[in-house]
């Protein structure tokens, strides 16, 4: 049609990075939206979200330029205002109180973003701080600090080699729901079919039977909370039977089976609510299996053990002869990596001020922020930067966020909205609408189950405002106390990179001038400028002499992406540890397991809370899109109808935690477990200025959930299984 284009992008909007395209009428709006079929890595796949892409970026509720608070009223600024606004707030709260008062939060879009990758860095050096705080501690956490202690590196995540694998494992997952999570594998739904397809197994353990255990071959209920036990069990069983073999170098095998010994399948039947026979059966099937891979993820890391059960997860996958090796759990090879760490990781280098709770890749738990703002002392925090987050909706006990952030001196988010959490702004710094911005998955990519690359450059010029690359680095120039332009940053950073690389023994580039190297970058802006250096230094760079010769130039000329490749075994590239093997029971894990030992003869309580994630829904910020909004995609607990009887419910219930209390609607349902219910995260929109979301605003599930519980190992927050009651809803 006249005035139509057509535009190529990686959908932003969750982890599987799927390809879209997209057409655009003459004003640049979004008209359709498709699965690009010509991406090797989703091939054509789209869900009802990546289909709203067009309406999250246009939708009229987004903010489009910064605002300003001035008391309870909100008005519109110039970007020079907006900026002089943050320089005056975080200067004054410098100034009376020193950095230590400073803090920032991180949500979960600054995974996604260009700008969260490349600049939440020196905007957290720049603050001058150890107030960061982030979604990693109400999510993945666990899992880096089992694989940094394991491997040295706590970004070494090994992921189910999805396509290849003749049986997964998969425990706290519901990619049918949310297409997939520290496993970046466009159509998830497709690629789990294909593994029964091929002859293989595919069994998920949940407190709930989801859409993704009804695809499976075996569904196992779980006791919430309790996925340690089990996966102990697996562990104890292997040895038992005599049914491991290890064939990576690997220390502490001896101490694994000692620690695993309490943990027998009968031992854990009761606190796990699985039988000790389909344990074992679970155990034999995966030593049988030609490769297996067990996967883990958000259930089992939001939870008391979350650190233990992570480790376990790749404890059996070592012991089944499947770590980095074809058909089991791999490592991602990213065309674009993070710079290699130097020195093995640790957890706990420093410990938050109030609850001493430990640091964990320099970030404190999330869980402790509102300890943080309202303990008075030294360092008390009096001013909050927030980058695309919502804990107020996110983080646990979160109307006790609510409250906290209203007494800070001052705070400024950089967001989309105007919502729940920055409402407690005093600056509020909108980033660009998509189409807007440049768009590479720098850290998801780090996790995908086939090596890929794909750069979308923004498809509608910025116009006269910033990108969000360029806010951040502006916050860091602000909160370093200079003067200078942002692009300097990059400069500097790339100046950085570059005379490391020329200074490292072995590498094609080692002893060139950088300077020369520098010239040969090209880009639009300093990002784009960044992206080249990364991918040219990278696996398959130019620089490196790979024969995908891969630079921002051919990423450009490969707009639907390119393949490079099934993973390869490459563990010896990423493990770090001081022994130079891996390390299967380090000191703090081993010291953990008492704690779990402990757990074994708690009684459970009658009912426990866990979350879910819907369709439709992306934690608490898609809510204002008709589309997205109604139908399944609605707020209610989900409880096993013998439950509702036995406690004389109909219709809502009172449901109340040690942190709080809300009354919910219900939807009985025999598909969870009796004795557990499930709330979905997110909603809760009641004071939102965005119509779609206040219409179905529903409730917060974190009212519920409480923020003096953590995982001991990493300070993670835990959602699932907390203990509620649930009481009719008086009549009259
Ligand atoms: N009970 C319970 N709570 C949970 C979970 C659970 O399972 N159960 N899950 C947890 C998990 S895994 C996570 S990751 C966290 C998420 O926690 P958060 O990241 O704090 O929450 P989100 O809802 O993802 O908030 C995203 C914010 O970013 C804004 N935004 C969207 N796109 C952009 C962008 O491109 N740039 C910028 N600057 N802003 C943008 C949105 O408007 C929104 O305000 O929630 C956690 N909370
Ligand atoms: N549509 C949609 N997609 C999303 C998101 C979203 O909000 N909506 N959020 C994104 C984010 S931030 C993340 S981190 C990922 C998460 O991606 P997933 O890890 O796939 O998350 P969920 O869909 O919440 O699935 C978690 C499952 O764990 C189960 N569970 C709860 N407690 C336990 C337990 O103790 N043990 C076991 N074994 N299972 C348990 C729940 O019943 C649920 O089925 O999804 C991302 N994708
Ligand atoms: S699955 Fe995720 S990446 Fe793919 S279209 Fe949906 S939201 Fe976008
Ligand atoms: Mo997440």
Redesign the pocket.
Known sequence: MKGMTTALRTCPLCEAVCGLTLTLDAENLVTTVKGDRDDPFSKGFICPKGASFGKLDEDPDRLTVPMIREGENWREATWDEAFARVREGLGAVIAEHTRKSLAIYL???SAH?VAGALYSVPLIRALGTRNVFS?ST??QMPKHVSSGLLFGDPLAVPVPDLDRTDYLLMLGANPLESNGSLCTAPDFPGRLKAIRKRGGKFVVVDPRRTRTAGLADEHIFIRPGSDAYLLFAIVHTLFAENLYTVDVDANGLDDIRIASAPFGPAAVAERTGIDADVIVRIARELAAAPTAAVYGR?GTC?AEFGTLAQWLVDVINVLTGNLDSRGGAMFANPAAPAPKRSRPFSVGRWTSRVRELPEAMGELPVATLADEIETPGEGQVKALVT?????V???PSGSRLDSAFASLDFMVS????L?E??RHADVILP?PPSLQSGHYDFALLGFAVRNYARYSPPVVPLGDRPS?AEILATLAVIASGQDADPAFLDELIISDALRKAVATPGLPVTGRNPDELRAELQGANGMELRLDMMVRLGPFGEWTGHTQALSLQKLLDNPHGIDLGPLEPRLHERLITASGKVELAPKPLLEDVERLRAGLAEAPAEVVLI?RRQLRS????MHNVSALVGGSNKCTLLINPADAERLGLDGSAIIKSAAGELVVPLEPTDTIMPGVVSLP??WGHKDSTQSVAAAHAGVN??IL?DDSLVDALSGNAV?NGVPVTLTPVAVG
Request: aromatic residues 8%; proline residues 8%.
């Open positions: 949500g979960n879009p973003s979604a109400a999510d958000i939001t980058v695309a987050g919502n804990p909706l996110s983080a950089v967001d989309r909205y919502n959490t920055t980033p969000e979350g992306n934690n608490s910020w995260h997110g599930a974190n959930t959602f």
